[in-house]
């Protein structure tokens, strides 16, 4: 079983940055690919960024490419996403998951979730 907690939401204004973290408990992360999930009011979850459990291989929405880095410390557990060049559209609640496969985009491979941390941008 793994537990994971997300932090380092907010509010921000459109073109500022946020970092979000998620801490994770009860197994070691390096057995897991990791991913971070938006979802909007009225609006279905979607894919933002994976990450192997190495942190070899990296994936994006294109939607974030070029704006957000995710990035992953395995001695400290802890899954990261830099978010630069906020715009509107990216306000949502922000969740991060684990998956038993290498690295994935699909909700449905992610096993254990996080409870979300709202991330608000102004314009």
């Known amino acids: 079983q793994v537990q994971l907690v997300e932090s380092g939401g907010g509010s921000v204004q459109a073109g500022g940055s946020l970092r979000l973290s998620c801490a994770a408990s009860?197994?070691?992360?390096?057995?897991?690919?990791e991913g971070w999930f938006r979802q909007a009011p009225g609006k279905e979850r979607e894919f933002v960024a994976a990450?192997?459990?190495?942190?070899?291989?990296?994936l994006y929405a294109d939607s974030v490419k070029g704006r957000f880095t995710i990035s992953r410390d395995n001695a400290k557990n802890t899954v990261y996403l830099q978010m630069n060049s906020l715009k509107p559209e990216d306000t949502a609640v922000y969740y991060c998951?684990?998956?038993?496969?290498?690295?994935?985009?699909?909700?449905?491979?992610?096993?254990?979730w996080g409870q979300g941390t709202q991330v608000t941008v102004s314009s």
């Open positions: 009860g197994r070691t992360l390096t057995n897991y690919g």
């Open positions: 990450v192997s459990r190495s942190g070899g291989t990296t």
């Open positions: 998951a684990a998956t038993s496969v290498y690295v994935s985009r699909r909700a449905s491979e992610y096993v254990y």
